[in-house]
């Protein structure tokens, strides 16, 4: 599948880092799963990937981490 930004590109099975912020709190997620150009490094993500995401950013507000760098994690089913 092409790139939908530089249309040029196509998408692969591949992982990037994302780094989410709300308020005082920063959230840096490496090795996130997705769907990214082979020529502009744009990424896209499952609906379930970016929930975990925002999970790990609500840990971390709660915690009242004002930097965290942490390792994509698929949540543990109960």
């Given at each position: ?18 780094t989410l912020e709300r ?12 769907e990214v150009c082979d ?26 981490a004002e930097i965290e ?10």
């Amino acid at each position: 599948m092409k790139c939908d930004l530089c249309k040029e590109g196509e998408m692969k099975p591949g992982t990037q880092t994302v780094t989410l912020e709300r308020g005082r709190t920063i959230v840096v997620i490496r090795d996130v799963p997705g769907e990214v150009c082979d020529r502009c490094d744009n990424a896209y993500f499952s609906a379930e990937v970016v929930a975990t995401n925002l999970a790990m950013l609500d840990e971390a507000v709660k915690r009242g981490a004002e930097i965290e760098i942490s390792r994509f994690r698929v949540k543990a089913v109960a």
